[in-house]
């Protein structure tokens, strides 16, 4: 039973360009949800998603930031037009029901030159 | 607000030595959760351990577990016969019936010394 994927793992960009994040939970798990962890701190909430419908997006910034959970395909983190300080680990986990055990992916290390 | 505390930024302990991690939490829920992570230098997020407020019984999984105290909302990680490999950083975090999210401590980094 493969983990929650997370790709890329690595991930450069210029400011102003815009980033793509995926998150493909664990096989059998419909809630998704997106952390932000910056340098020497710990993982900050952003938002939370089960197929097709945002939960909970009130850790996320207004503008620039957004989610996606389609009913195909994996879980989309999109930023726009990004700036240095968006440069992060972005960690995506899933669960099977809303209480129970997150497991984390990978992360994606996002840095923006 | 509820919000989690790991006082002890670092740490250190020889291998096979025990060490214990502390970690306070404030919530005015009575249902909620608390849980170990454990980041290693591959920056992976781990699972160590989970706690159920309502049981009063303490959560162990093999060489980990935590001393709950719930009145004093406290959930400390004891790690006994320290290995190498538990070289990390390690947060503390617990969320609620009521929220969607996981909060989670600043992390205390541990470093086991040969």
């Known amino acids: 039973n493969a983990g929650v994927m997370q790709n890329p793992r690595h991930l450069v960009r210029r400011r102003g360009q815009e980033a793509r994040l995926r998150c493909s939970p664990m096989?059998?798990?419909?809630?998704v949800y997106w952390y932000r962890q910056l340098p020497e701190e710990g993982l900050k909430f952003m938002v939370y998603?089960?197929?097709?419908?945002?939960?909970?997006e009130s850790g996320m910034p207004k503008e620039r930031f957004s989610a996606e959970f389609p009913k195909e395909g994996p879980s989309i983190l999109r930023i726009q037009q990004v700036v240095r300080g968006d440069s992060a680990a972005y960690f995506c986990a899933s669960s099977v029901h809303r209480q129970e055990t997150q497991y984390f992916g990978p992360g994606t290390r996002l840095l923006v030159l | 607000a509820q919000t989690v505390t790991q006082s002890q930024p670092e740490m250190s302990v020889q291998e096979a030595e025990t060490v214990t991690l502390s970690c306070t939490y404030d919530t005015s829920e009575s249902n909620y959760y608390l849980f170990w992570y454990k980041q290693p230098p591959s920056r992976q997020m781990i699972l160590v351990i989970r706690q159920e407020a309502y049981k009063q019984q303490n959560a162990t999984e093999n060489r980990f577990s935590v001393n709950f105290q719930k009145a004093a909302k406290s959930f400390s990680l004891k790690i006994s016969d320290s290995q190498l490999g538990d070289t990390a950083m390690y947060f503390c975090?617990?969320?609620?019936?009521?929220?969607?999210?996981?909060?989670f401590g600043a992390g205390t980094r541990l470093t086991v010394k040969p």
């Open positions: 998603l089960q197929k097709e419908n945002i939960i909970d």
């Open positions: 096989k059998g798990h419909s809630h």
């Open positions: 975090a617990f969320m609620t019936n009521n929220n969607n999210d996981m909060r």
